[in-house]
């Protein structure tokens, strides 16, 4: 998979691709992460990529130029099953959305600022909006790298452990059972014995009736 994100601020993702799972998935070559400045492609002397919008208001606009010349460079060297904008009016992010994209080859993710981009650019090239939850960021930059980690951990060959992915928190509409790894007992705490039975059939019946009742405590509308 290859994700190509534009932004005026390419700094801020840096060390979230730079560490851990991410880095060893751009090492083994299964994800590539590409940067594109925008105000390399800015206008004039001062490479402008915002101006006021019009009909008045707060906030600037980010132009429709920049981010044209920079979205359509990358369409002429290769096909893109998705242009996606991070801007909170987008769907909000979840499981379903991370998996439908784990399967696509090419992305580019934009990241707005200020007030948001030209509504033309959304016309004109974005095919997916998309939020991750219900509050403001300064931009889209955090929101990338939101979207790219739940997307990039997907990939086969990423994880470990495969079959982990997909007991994921989520994958089933459920959360998670209670995880415990030693000592047997803590400061009077003590592991559920069935865990340690070793009867399997048993501990996945188990597993699956706290991850019901935790979904049912926590968060009864996955259930729904
Ligand atoms: Cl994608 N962008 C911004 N600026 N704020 C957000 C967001 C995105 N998702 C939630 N809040």
Redesign the pocket.
Known sequence: MRIDIISVLPELMESSFNASILKRAMDKGLAEVHFHQLRAYGLGKYRQIDDEPYGGGAGMVMMIEPLDHCISELKSQRNYDEII????D?E??NQKIANTLSIKDNLIFI???YKGIDQRVRDLHVTRE???????????E???CV?ADAVIRLLPGVLNDEQSALTDSFQDDLLSPPIYTRPEEYKGLRVPSILLSGHSAKIEDWRHEEALRITREKRPDLLD
């Not at 904008?85 to 909170?88: D, E, I, M, R, V």
């Open positions: 904008y991070l801007t909170p987008g909000t992010l990241c707005g600022h998309i939020s991750i939850g219900d509050y403001v960021l300064t931009g889209g955090l929101a990338a979207l």
